[in-house]
């Protein structure tokens, strides 16, 4: 896409990044086929905030197919590793299922999923392991991945020492991650300060990587749909919420988007990234729709769209979502900096789904109130 093409509404690049998916793979087929794990659950976690945009119930059908690919009539999960806080976090996609067709099997697998995060393995500060191949570490991820799926348990079935948990992982997170100088959060803690990569005396990793900050606002805002107000976590959550977003803005670069490695815009190898300034465009929109921050942010919730709108293709029809950052463990600078680039992988097309959805909805409110004025 030129520089001088125009930039359309946000929901027609949702349906066309959902349709262009639909067209590559069959629900069933997502990858990894057959494995309930967090790149179908952010990719349809999007899919399913389109769908409740523009209600095309293929859209619905879709989510559905996969999940029902995934877990069988007793409510079992087929290849799930309850050791892994990136196979819990599909889960998520459960609760509107459950709301729609009342299939107890739904809800089963829920408690499946919730006792495993009960049991969670836990660092001697309280936090919560990565997974169990990554003993004593607790990385931004996380929040993202077991966050939203607690807080919703905790709110439909009167579960409240869940909503207590994912404040307190989010806070602990906060006093170990947080960098006093930049406002940023380091991309991981290893408690026992053992890691090749992990800081002898602080435990923690050397970087601000920018799509696992991503996760945190996206996650936290989430939790706080279903956190009350009269909980006493709820402003300190909406307090991190906009220090967090603040620092974030101030390496907000010129073309609007974000670098791989915030912190570092224009240092040699770091490059502009799509996933994480699609969360940070995401989670902006959603501060300032829950009051958090001022409506003057929605200016540079716009910049970044536009940056990410202006750096896609097309191939016929089909919309290419590219520089996205694989998978990626921890790591140094240059570890981060040469990580492959992938287009229209799931989670990448995920983060850019969510950012449409809460672009769309801010432009809907805009235009609610032009026309009551």
């Keep these: 896409m030129s520089a001088e093409a125009t930039v359309k509404e946000p929901l027609f690049y949702a349906k066309a990044s959902v349709e262009t998916m ?25 899919v ?30 087929h290849e799930c590793d309850l050791g892994e806080l990136d196979d819990i976090q599909p889960g998520i996609l459960l609760y509107p299922l459950l709301a729609e067709t009342g299939e107890e099997r739904y809800k089963k697998a829920l408690d499946t999923l919730l006792a495993a995060i009960w049991d969670f393995p836990r660092n001697e500060i309280g936090g919560f392991w990565h997974k169990e191949g990554c003993p004593e570490q607790m990385w931004l991820d996380g929040l993202y991945m ?20 994912v404040v307190q992982q989010a806070l602990l997170m906060q006093e170990k991650t947080r960098d006093d100088k930049t406002g940023l959060w380091y991309h991981a803690w290893d408690c026992a300060k053992k890691q090749e990569w992990a800081d002898p005396e602080t435990g923690l990793s050397p970087e601000f ?66 996933s994480c300034s699609c969360l940070f465009v995401a989670a902006i929109c959603k501060a300032v729709e829950k009051g958090i921050l001022p409506t003057e942010y929605l200016e540079k919730a716009k910049r970044g769209y536009e940056g990410v709108i202006r750096s896609l293709e097309w191939d016929g029809d089909d919309l290419l979502v590219g520089n996205v950052c694989i998978g990626t463990g921890v790591g140094d600078y240059r570890h981060y900096c040469e990580r492959p680039v992938s287009v229209n992988d799931l989670h990448g097309v995920g983060a850019f789904l969510l950012m449409c959805a809460q672009m769309e909805r801010c432009a809907q409110a805009e235009k609610m109130l032009t026309q009551m004025k």
């Design 48 to 77: 399913y905030q389109t769908y409740r945009l523009c209600g095309d119930r293929r859209y619905f059908d879709y989510v559905k197919n996969w999940v029902d690919s995934c877990v069988n009539e007793k409510g079992e999960i």
């Design 146 to 165: 077991g966050g939203p799926i607690a807080a919703e348990y905790g709110s439909r079935f009167d579960r409240p020492e869940f909503l207590d948990l």
């Design 209 to 274: 990587w920018g799509r696992s900050i991503g996760w945190v606002p996206v996650a936290v805002l989430d939790d706080l749909d279903f956190l009350p107000e009269s909980h006493s976590g709820y402003g300190k959550l909406c307090e991190l919420v906009k220090n967090l977003l603040d620092a974030v803005c101030r390496y907000q670069s010129e073309d609007g988007r974000w670098y791989q490695v915030v912190d570092k815009g224009g240092m040699e190898g770091n490059w502009l990234e799509n």
């Design 22 to 46: 639909m067209r590559k793979f069959q629900a069933q087929e997502l990858p990894p086929k057959g494995h309930f794990h967090y790149h179908q659950g952010v990719f349809l976690s999007g």
